[in-house]
């Protein structure tokens, strides 16, 4: 009865902005935020008080509940009273684990202020930084919840003041990670303050918490906690009365969040590069639930009764049922059947959900995450919102196949649906072998891909051992090359070149892009990476993998109406290079002259296609070719007489130390290895040091193979594949 008393309850106060919060939970994984979510959970009547810390109401997966850690965002609509005013938060919990950092980014886009949890003993982790770093790049506020202090009382038995240093020191490292990655506006403002509140230190499993300002309003002193744990389950009890950690963390959130309309002015200039002088620009400013209809879609679910549901952020106007909405990147109108809100794993019908709120839309089958829905009379003046910009990419890949052959198509619908709901799924068929390769962000991120479509779609498959993506590059300069047409009609007169680690930084960060206006993105690579002006104004494609198309022609005679056309060849050979067939990446490549015969028919994709793919092929087979593999920073940490058995396993693996930290009888070591060598990594630093080491991972960078491993590795990849194994040379695609 609780619950859809309590659903009526959000609905109205959602019509009341200023009552509105948008918050994510994020953090390193098994730092806690899944056991947080519970007590939240609790609190709004959703799940008994009984079960809040071992429920995992959120992690409502098979897998997740198996492996206690959350593989997908998850979200719920809490309601709260804090002095004597409801208030509706809107809570996504969010993975920790790196491989699923891109649910973290699709889930930052619609929140306006961030929950970081913390283990009080692991402390500040690589993926704490990443995922701090994330929000501050959204505009996404961040407080601080210090959990598991209970563990530095019952492992590390420490006194109270002990207890405050490490408080203090958490405190430290993230405010300086905000100095660090905030934007100048924020900085001072969004530093955290414990004496106002800012920060939360409690134990999520135990179901208690404070902010300081509650416990000076209680009289809680550290030595009060630790003399209740001294007392045992019965302490406990009394500190979960004294001290209630939902309490400390909602009524946290309700004072420091900006509630949706303050922070959409700040917000939308960030995330929308739209004119914001226009009625869309300034309804979503306002946040004006009586605007046009404007809804960013973060997140794909594919209901196995409903469909596709499609939950997003409205930014400006008022959703209703049998609203018609225009998909800006799709260009496709849609009519939605069903909005609703979420109670975790259900969702409620409404009749209308305003703006500033999070929405769950049945109907919209077209859209994906990253879509833009604006109402279909303001078409004309929409503009999709940023492109999420993700800190990995797909670099560990398998092939897979059915056990059972007559599973072939129901196998192709499941990745066809799984791709849908997760972006950074990529799936592709082997054109030579016709094995489905599907390509994830890590070994966990595949291992959970084949659990789901086991328990999910009841399929059992075959998987190869993992195959590390890698991508081509090159290391010098080419000379012009002849492209020609298979009917000879067409040429194209092509060179190539590495691009600068500037331009690469700056289209990696998003600030030079394909859609953006050619004068403006001009200027930036003059100003920025001292292009000269020619080519700078030549930009004519970005592809995914961050290489460049120039157009330096002058004059040539049918060109533009074969640009897309030339273009699309450029992304063809980009797609899969000529060494191992791997994809490009941090390529230059200059279009200098053409020639295009004046009858369309002997110009269509089947001649322009060869010709530009065949000189580009040419112009990276002359120019130091190499494969780049894909590396991963470590964060290590380990009592101090096992240093050296760790350093000796990242040094044994192609790894280098970068730094070396002491935190009291703790060692952390920062280190980057080659993914490829990081397969048993777990296993392996588990055994050097008797079990005491805690790690995280993160995607650092693409970096050249090692010129002893590289002819070697090409042709392993080619073999493979199922090519000849020596890799071609420039005339097998033009004649010299």
């Known amino acids: 009865m609780v619950k859809y008393k309590m659903v009526e309850d959000i609905l109205k106060i959602m019509n009341n902005i200023e009552q509105v919060r948008n918050i994510g939970i994020i953090a390193h994984v098994d730092h806690g935020k899944t056991t947080t979510s519970d007590n939240l959970l609790m609190a709004a009547g959703i799940i008994s008080p009984k079960i809040a810390g071992e429920a995992l109401a959120l992690d409502y997966l098979d897998v997740e509940q198996k492996r206690g850690i959350t593989v997908k965002s998850a979200n719920i609509s809490l309601y709260h009273e804090y002095e004597g005013k409801p208030y509706v938060i809107n809570l996504i919990d969010t993975p920790g684990h790196v491989d699923f950092s891109g649910k973290v980014t699709r889930a930052l886009r619609v929140l306006d202020g961030s929950l970081v949890v913390v283990d009080a003993v692991e402390g500040v982790m690589t993926q704490t930084e990443t995922v701090l770093r994330q929000s501050l790049e959204e505009r996404v506020r961040p407080l601080l919840f210090i959990n598991k202090v209970d563990r530095l009382i019952k492992e590390l038995k420490l006194t109270p003041q002990q207890i405050q240093d490490r408080i203090v020191q958490i405190i430290k490292e993230i405010n300086g990670l905000i100095e660090t990655y905030a934007e100048p506006q924020f900085r001072s403002k969004w530093k955290l303050d414990v004496r106002k509140g800012m920060v939360a230190i409690g134990a999520a499993k135990d179901k208690w918490g404070f902010t300081i300002p509650y416990a000076l309003s209680k009289g809680i002193k550290f030595s009060d906690v630790i003399e209740a744990y001294r007392r045992g389950p019965e302490g406990v009890k009394d500190l979960q009365e004294m001290a209630p950690l939902h309490v400390s963390l909602l009524d946290m959130i309700v004072r420091f969040v900006p509630n949706p309309k303050e922070a959409q002015r700040y917000r939308i200039p960030k995330i929308w590069k739209g004119d914001i002088n226009s009625e869309l620009g300034k309804a979503m400013i306002e946040c004006d639930p009586d605007g046009p209809t404007v809804i960013f879609v973060n997140s794909i679910h594919i209901d196995p009764h409903a469909g596709l549901v499609a939950t997003g952020r409205i930014f400006s106007g008022t959703i209703e049922t049998g609203d018609e909405v225009w998909l800006v990147q799709a260009r496709t109108k849609n009519r939605v059947l069903q909005v609703g809100l979420y109670m975790g794993p259900h969702r409620e019908i409404a009749e209308k959900i305003p703006a500033g709120n999070i929405v769950a839309l049945l109907g919209v089958d077209k859209a994906r995450a990253g879509e833009t829905l604006v109402a279909p009379e303001y078409k004309d003046q929409a503009y999709p919102f940023e492109k999420l910009r993700y800190i990995s990419e797909p670099v560990v890949t398998v092939a897979i196949e059915p056990k059972n052959a007559r599973d072939l198509p129901k196998l192709i619908d499941a990745l066809r649906k799984m791709s849908i709901e997760d972006p950074n799924l990529v799936v592709k068929i082997n054109e030579e072998t016709g094995e489905y390769l599907i390509s994830g962000m890590g070994h966990l991120h595949l291992e959970i891909t084949l659990t789901f479509l086991k328990e999910n779609y009841g399929l059992e498959v075959i998987a190869s051992p993992p195959i590390i993506v890698y991508r081509e590059s090159i290391r010098s300069s080419s000379k012009i090359f002849e492209g020609k047409s298979p009917n000879k009609h067409n040429k194209f007169y092509i060179s190539v070149e590495p691009l600068d680690e500037t331009t690469i930084k700056l289209i990696q960060e998003g600030i030079i892009s394909e859609d953006q206006d050619p004068r403006e993105r001009a200027k930036i690579l003059r100003d920025r990476a001292g292009w000269d002006t020619d080519e700078a104004r030549g930009v004519i494609a970005i592809d995914e993998r961050i290489n460049v198309f120039i157009d330096k022609t002058k004059g040539v005679q049918h060109l533009r109406e074969v640009k897309d056309t030339m273009i699309g060849g450029f992304r063809y050979a980009m797609a899969e290079g000529p060494l191992a067939h791997e994809p490009v990446r941090g390529v230059k490549v200059i279009l200098h002259d053409a020639v295009i015969h004046e009858d369309p028919a002997h110009r269509g994709p089947a001649q322009i296609y060869p010709a530009v793919r065949n000189a580009i092929f040419a112009g990276m ?116």
């Not at 002359?622 to 007489?641: A, H, N």
């Open 621 to 736: 087979l002359t120019s130091k070719p190499t494969l780049l593999e894909p590396i991963q920073k470590l964060d290590i940490r380990t009592p101090m007489e096992y240093m050296g058995n760790v350093t000796r396993v990242v040094t044994q693996r192609r790894g280098r130390i970068v730094t070396v930290l002491q935190q009291g009888p703790m060692v952390r070591i920062i280190a980057e290895m080659p993914v490829a060598e990081s397969q048993d990594l777990a296993t392996v630093l588990r055994s050097v040091t008797a079990g005491r080491v805690f790690w995280g991972t993160e995607f650092s960078r693409w970096a050249p193979v090692p010129d002893s491993l590289l002819w070697d590795l090409v042709r392993k990849i080619r073999e493979r594949k199922g090519l000849k194994p020596e890799p071609p040379k420039p005339e097998d695609f033009i004649s010299l």
